[in-house]
């Protein structure tokens, strides 16, 4: 499946219901960073425009921040004689290897300086655990460990989220399909997204799940039209 197979929804009405989540638009998964996704920094611009929206009609908006300790086991270089990207599947790591990246107080972990953060009124943190990874904003991979990320959105009567950022096939997705699975009716705005794509066919899959899963798809030319 690909982005143009996509059916895309029409009309969008937000309120104070509503929340926007931004994934990890962080130095390192931007080009020149440590885990760049291609076409990273093309997306920035348009989700301060999407943000600023959000703001006007009393939505709510979120970021999320990958945050790794130095040794992370998701690192390849936490493996002897393993590389970046080479295949590799235990108790919530994988299924590949990540250059380090993100690490806690470093400038690779900051948010990208073209982000508008000013706007934001919660962070969230994942990736702490040095033994499992956090693609989710909701939940840790072992798919249990709790980030808070539902109960924030729960506790203000949220039921609508709306996801962008980096990257489409990882921590987009599972923030998607985790955020589907706890009750929240999800919209992904497709164009403020760019995708790893490691292994092969990550995109396509990420796209075909969460189609099946009953997630929304949408372009972010939608919140200037109403
Ligand atoms: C991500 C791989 C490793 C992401 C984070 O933000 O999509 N991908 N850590
Ligand atoms: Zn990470």
């Known amino acids: ?30 080009p020149g960073g440590a885990l760049p996704v291609e076409g990273g920094n093309e997306i920035i611009d348009g989700i301060n425009r999407v943000s600023k929206v959000f703001k006007e009609n009393r939505a709510r908006i979120v970021l999320t921040q990958d945050w790794h300790p130095p040794n992370h086991k998701s690192f390849a270089s936490a493996h002897p004689g393993k590389n970046p990207f080479d295949e590799y599947s235990a108790e919530g790591i994988g299924p590949v290897l990540w250059p380090d990246h993100c690490i806690q107080g470093q400038k690779g972990a900051e948010f990208s300086p073209q982000l508008n953060t000013d706007i934001a009124d919660a962070i969230i943190r994942k990736g702490m655990n040095p033994e499992i990874d956090s693609y989710s904003g909701f939940l840790e991979n072992d798919k249990k460990s709790e980030t808070g990320l539902a109960g924030y959105l729960k506790s203000l009567k949220i039921d609508r989220i709306f996801v962008c950022g980096l990257a489409l096939d990882y921590c987009v997705y ?44 949408l372009k972010a030319d939608i919140f200037y039209n109403f």
Not at 8 to 29: G, H
Not at 175 to 204: H, Q, W
């Open 174 to 217: 599972f923030t998607a399909m985790d955020g589907k699975n706890l009750g929240f009716e999800v919209y992904y705005i497709i164009d403020l997204t760019r995708g790893i794509d490691d292994p092969p066919g990550n995109i396509s899959r990420a796209l075909e799940n969460m189609t099946q899963n009953g997630i929304k798809f």
């Open 1 to 30: 499946m690909e982005i143009s197979d996509l059916k895309l929804e029409k009309k969008i009405t937000l309120s104070r219901s509503d929340a926007l989540i931004i994934v990890d638009v962080q130095n390192d998964f931007i």
